[in-house]
């Protein structure tokens, strides 16, 4: 039987380092404060006008690609996840296809934010065990600095993100005790406003009876508009108790749905790479689960919630210190807006 496994992978993060101290300047909040609540004690910005999503899914993939044993010109689709793009369209994809001077190869961009990651390994691995395809990218990559509110209005969003990217090749495997076992993929969009960016966006009010934050009249009956510049309404807006309480469900859920569905128990796993929303709710996941802290990788205090780059980024780093060796079984799960919510299991 084929399965796809992970024949390489790479991560990258800009240099530019911003402390939860940096952010005091901007913002009234504290180091204490933001430690709290989340675990974070830095993340890393890109540079302005010099880095992209792009360019550094680019820096990404070049490791992964290295380290698979084949060059640019052996990858024959693209899968990219982001939800900041370098541009509204075309997606980022395309771009990264054009930068490496690949063949013109599919490049599909996958829009599911924190669990962009996994949606697209899962979509990447029916690709490889259906034979279409045998050197997949895979590809996730944000850079959330350009576009928060540094402002106290904004907190208790901009103290969450960090830039960076991560990316792996996936080839396909005849070895039993190795690659990926099963992907699970879910999705409940009952309270999709409670984590969104509303605008810019067609939406023209439609949503309007289900965001308690669009300001009477001023709203978007545009694409773009001045009072949306006016009012502040082009940044991310998040109700954090709430998705909270649901990913804390959500999370286990996901996890125990793919141990269960390859027979095994959380006193199987290796390691779980959960997506690095915030590290409360990861160490809520380990208890609930039972997990010793040698089982559960977080990096979450170094970048912060990278979104789709989180867990290839967490993967990635975790290979590199020696925490993943062959015949590993490894779980990767997350949780974001939408709601989506997915998992994965995998033989290192």
């Known amino acids: 039987m084929i399965r796809s ?7 990258y993060v800009p240099e530019h380092i911003v402390t939860n101290n940096d952010l005091t300047k901007y913002m ?11 675990g974070i004690q830095e993340r890393r910005f890109a540079h302005r006008t010099k880095e992209t999503t792009t360019t550094m899914g680019v820096e990404a993939s070049k490791i992964a690609i290295e380290r698979a044993g084949i060059t640019n010109t052996d990858i024959d689709f693209i899968v990219f996840a982001t939800l900041s793009p370098d541009y509204y369209f075309p997606g980022c ?5 054009r930068a490496m001077q690949m063949k013109e190869v599919g490049a599909l961009d996958v829009r599911n934010q924190c669990s962009g990651f996994v949606y697209a390994l899962s979509v990447a691995d029916q690709f490889i065990k259906s034979g279409m395809y045998k050197n997949i990218l895979v590809v996730g990559a944000e850079k959330h600095s350009f576009g928060l509110d540094f402002t106290t209005r ?13 990316a792996v090749v996936l080839q396909p495997t005849e070895d039993e005790n190795r690659g990926i076992l099963s992907t ?19 939406h023209a009010n439609y949503w309007k009876e289900n965001l308690a934050s669009f300001n009477d009249g001023e709203m978007a009956d545009m694409f773009m508009s001045y009072a949306m510049i006016d009012n502040a309404e082009l940044f991310p807006n998040m109700d954090g108790p709430q998705v909270f309480k649901t990913a804390v469900v959500k999370f286990p859920e996901v996890i125990m749905e793919a141990l269960t569905k390859n027979n095994y128990s959380p006193a199987d796993l ?12 990861a160490q809520f996941v380990q208890q609930r689960l039972k997990l010793r802290d040698d089982q559960v990788y977080n990096n979450i205090q170094k970048y912060g919630n990278t979104t789709a780059a989180s867990v290839p980024i967490a993967l990635c780093e975790a290979y590199e210190m020696g925490n993943v060796k062959e015949g590993d079984l490894i779980c990767m799960a997350a949780f974001g807006s939408g709601f989506t919510w997915a998992s994965a299991l995998l033989k290192w």
Do not use: C
């Open 5 to 11: 496994k992970i024949a390489g992978i790479g991560m």
């Open 28 to 38: 009234d909040t504290t180091d204490e404060w933001i430690q709290e609540r989340t």
């Open 93 to 97: 994809g395309v771009l990264l296809q």
């Open 154 to 166: 904004g907190r208790n969003v901009s103290v969450i993100f960090g830039d960076g990217a991560g």
């Open 184 to 202: 699970h993929l879910h999705s409940n969009g009952a309270d999709a406003e409670i984590l969104a960016m509303y605008n810019p966006g067609t």
């Open 270 to 281: 290796n390691l779980l790479i959960p997506h690095q929303a915030n590290l409360r709710i």
